[in-house]
């Protein structure tokens, strides 16, 4: 055990705060149904409710280690905090689930690193899993983008109106444009090779809960 120290900004301080005081409401929730229940094996639709996290609420904490030659040890360590939050399912999602509860759903949390990070589930149970990585795509893009940062630099102050670098520019909404379609065919492909009907999106770097998610 290694004490390290962490420092958080402001917005992650107060997300933890609002994670701990909804903790404790959903504990305070389930001791009272639990004084209140009888042999019933399940809650009511309302007992559920009650327990479900409203707010953003933080889950078991990972540490990552990388190696990477600019940091001591040559070992660069990341701090995962991923949170949850339950989200009622919208109406058009409601149907389709009801008429088949087991249907096998895809879930799409697109990114920066990893363009794209794909789950498939069947009867609320992950059954595979595809990541995407845009690494190669993020540096090419970043050498041109680099390009078109020096160029300014040099000509000065730019025009109202005029788009500079015109040549640059078509090169980076091509790449933008290319990467989209060939993510966009990937994610298909995936939902297809699971027998999944639903593709549904969830926000970047947050693990939401089940029902979270917003059929696209």
């Known amino acids: 055990m290694v004490p390290l120290p962490v420092v958080l900004h402001q917005k992650a301080q107060e997300a933890l705060a609002m994670s701990r005081a909804e903790t404790a409401r959903i504990n305070e929730e389930t001791l009272k149904i639990k004084a209140c229940q009888t042999s019933r094996e399940s809650g009511t639709p309302e007992e559920r409710a009650a327990i479900r996290p409203q707010q953003w609420g933080v889950l078991s904490l990972s540490l990552y280690a990388k190696r990477d030659k600019q940091y001591p040890g040559g070992l660069r360590f990341a701090l995962h905090v991923p949170m949850e939050r339950w989200v009622n399912a919208p109406k058009k999602a409601k149907e389709p689930f009801a008429a088949d509860p087991g249907m096998p759903v895809v879930t799409v949390d697109l990114g920066v690193n990893r363009l794209a990070v794909m789950g498939a589930f069947r009867n609320d149970k992950l059954v595979a899993t595809q990541y995407i990585r845009g690494g190669p795509v993020n540096h090419h893009r970043h050498q041109l983008l680099n390009v078109i940062h020096h160029k300014r630099s040099q000509s000065g102050k730019l025009q109202a109106g005029v788009q500079d670098d015109v040549d640059l520019w078509e090169k980076v909404r091509n790449i933008d444009e290319n990467t989209a379609r060939k993510v966009a065919r990937q994610i298909v492909n995936f ?3 699971h027998e ?14 089940k029902g979270a998610h917003e059929p696209i």
């Open 191 to 193: 939902a297809m090779s």
């Open 196 to 209: 999944a009907k639903v593709i549904v999106s969830v926000s970047s770097r947050i693990q939401t809960a």
